[in-house]
Each structure stands twice: as structure tokens, then as C-alpha cells.
């Protein structure tokens, strides 16, 4: 039989070196052998499912979905129980093209999908996370709650980053950042100031692992949404769209997270591939603001009004709104 070292083993899996070498100790990884201080891991040992929760103590059974990796100015994650009994009771692939920060797709954990988002430094993060989580975890570690050193991650330019030092600078901006507000300037420049919080949770290994077993089963790309439908979507699939909304006050019109704008042409562009995906014999929800434009585009469809609360509203009295779910099926 052929054996594998920690390290080995660490990058196979996308696991950290610690981690591997813990899961040795703690008997975890099936054939692993000590020698002296050494561990040899079988070639072909299976990744090892990792049970261990915030407390570093272990469970018996693992939750059977993982949650969103960053806190996203328009997330879903308070919208799921709405979301969720409006889902096909049947469908081929999951497709969502305006992915941000993926709460129903990581809610859903499907088998077959293709996930996407325009953004670049976004779809940059979950392929690095999907393929090396573990050295995205061990680059965390080397961040601190630090207002210098805030500022001193958000001065580099992602581009010129590593595909693990970017991914692991998205994650800890984005949880020391004020409010967890992923906002570019039309340089594409982060400019979000720092949040002063006591002690956020830089790193939780047992998210971004849970995550990480969820990304490896999707198609993920970057590319607009338009190319994405043309390319992925077929006949029976499920689209999940949910697009920069159609601002009702001033401070509710969050674009794309990226340079680009999103106005009213593109709207209008998005209910016609909506028709075009009906056509094509796929079901599609689509969230939005409660506004007019959506009545105009949308009224041959099923159309749902729910409240919701909007966490970035600088008003705290404005912070409460109506959203629109629209199913075609």
C-alpha cells in the first residue's frame, strides 16, 4: 500500500496541515499509521468528515446544510422561510446567476448546480475555498481585529494577491468591515470602513469547511447572468434570480457589488430572458423590491409580497420593507 504525509493529505483535502494531523490523532482517518512523530496516510483514504462545532468538541451527526460564508448586503438568509415552500417539488439542476452571498443555494445543497456571479473577486473566493479550504483557514489565522491592520489588508489590490491571500482577505474584510457591507467604488475599489466590533469571528473553520462540501458539487463561474442562462440552462432546471433591486429609497440600491450599474434597461433585459427560461421549460423565482416596474414586468406570473428587514437602511426606522417573490410555475 502507497502512503501520503500530512501535508500531502492536508492539500488533497483542502484541509490544514493542524487539522489533518489532529484527525490522525484522534483516529478519524481510517489506515493512518504513526512512526515516531510521524503520521503515513493511505494514498487512497476518503476525506475525512469533519463533526467538530465551534466548542472544538465533536457530534455525532454533521447538519445536513451549510450556511453563507459572508454577511451580503441583500442576503436571503431572512427571507428562506419564504423561499424555501415556493420550491419546485421537482426539478433537474439549480441554477442561480446573481449568487452574492448564496443563502438558498447553501440552504438547498443541491446535487447538481451552476452558480455565478459577475463579480470576480467573489467567484474567486468560493473556487479557492471549494479546492483549498484549509489553506484559506491557516491564512485567516494571520489576521487580527486590528484597525491598521484593517486597513492595511483593504489598501492591497485582490489582483495582485494569491488566489488564497485574496480569498482569505475577502472573508476577513468582510467580517471586520462596518455592517458586513461589500461596496466597491467605481474604480472597483473596496471602500467599506473598518467596523470596530470587540470580537468578531474571523475564521470559523466549521462554516467555511461546511461550505467548502457544498462548493465542490457545483459548476461555479464568473460571468454575466446573461451568458450564464444561455449557456447552463435547459429545459426542467430551476433559476434562482435575484438581481440588484429596483431601489425604493435612497439608500436601497446596492448595484451589482461591483463597478457596474444596474438600471431600469437591464431589468427590463431580465424579464425578457425570464420569458425566454419559461419558454425554454425551466422554473424560475425571482425576488425584487415591491415596486411598480415589477407589476409591469412580471404580471403574468405569480406574484407574492413579503415583509423583510433591511439591515443596512442607515435609518432604523426605514430598516423594515416589502420584497416581491415571482414564481412562473
Not at 493512518?32 to 503515513?40: G, K, L, N, P, Y
Not at 430572458?273 to 407589476?295: A, F, I, Q, W
Request: charged letters at 25%.
Amino acid at each position: 500500500m502507497d502512503y501520503i504525509t500530512i501535508k500531502e493529505a492536508a492539500d488533497k483535502w483542502g484541509l490544514s496541515v493542524r487539522r489533518v494531523q489532529t484527525m490522525c490523532s484522534e483516529a478519524m482517518i481510517e489506515g493512518a499509521i504513526r512512526f515516531s512523530d510521524v503520521w503515513a496516510i493511505p494514498e487512497n483514504a476518503k476525506r475525512p468528515i469533519d463533526h467538530r462545532v465551534k466548542n472544538g468538541r465533536y457530534i455525532k451527526t454533521k447538519e445536513d446544510y451549510a450556511t453563507p460564508i459572508l454577511k451580503w448586503a441583500g442576503g436571503k438568509t431572512q427571507l428562506l422561510s419564504e423561499l424555501i415552500p415556493r420550491i419546485p417539488n421537482s426539478y433537474n439542476k439549480y441554477i442561480e446567476p446573481f449568487l452574492g452571498g448564496g443563502a438558498l443555494f447553501f440552504k438547498l445543497c443541491p446535487a447538481k448546480s451552476v452558480i455565478a456571479d459577475s463579480n470576480p473577486e467573489l467567484i474567486n473566493m468560493y473556487l479557492t475555498v471549494a479546492q483549498q479550504s484549509g489553506c484559506v483557514i491557516d491564512y485567516l489565522h494571520n489576521y487580527k481585529n486590528d484597525e491598521s491592520v484593517f486597513y492595511e489588508v483593504r489598501a492591497k489590490d485582490w489582483m495582485q494577491c494569491s488566489n488564497i491571500e485574496a480569498a482569505a482577505r475577502m472573508i476577513y474584510l468582510n467580517r471586520t468591515c462596518f455592517n458586513g457591507l461589500y461596496r466597491l467604488n467605481r474604480k472597483g475599489q473596496f471602500n467599506t470602513p473598518y467596523g470596530r466590533y470587540k470580537n468578531p469571528i474571523i475564521c470559523n473553520e466549521a462554516k467555511i469547511n461546511a461550505a467548502a462540501d457544498v462548493l465542490r458539487k457545483a459548476e461555479i463561474v464568473c460571468g454575466d447572468y446573461l451568458d450564464v442562462l444561455g449557456k447552463y440552462a435547459s429545459e426542467g432546471d430551476f433559476i434562482f434570480l435575484d438581481p440588484p433591486y429596483i431601489p425604493v429609497s435612497e439608500y436601497s440600491d446596492f448595484k451589482r457589488y461591483t463597478k457596474e450599474q444596474f438600471y431600469e434597461s437591464d431589468h427590463r433585459n431580465l424579464a425578457k430572458e425570464v420569458d425566454r427560461l419559461v419558454d425554454l421549460g425551466c422554473k424560475v423565482m425571482l425576488t425584487n423590491s415591491n415596486h411598480p416596474l415589477v407589476y409591469e414586468l412580471y404580471g403574468k406570473y405569480k406574484i407574492d409580497v413579503v415583509q423583510t428587514k433591511r439591515n443596512i437602511n442607515r435609518n432604523g426606522e426605514k430598516r423594515y420593507g416589502e420584497d416581491v417573490i415571482v414564481t412562473t410555475y
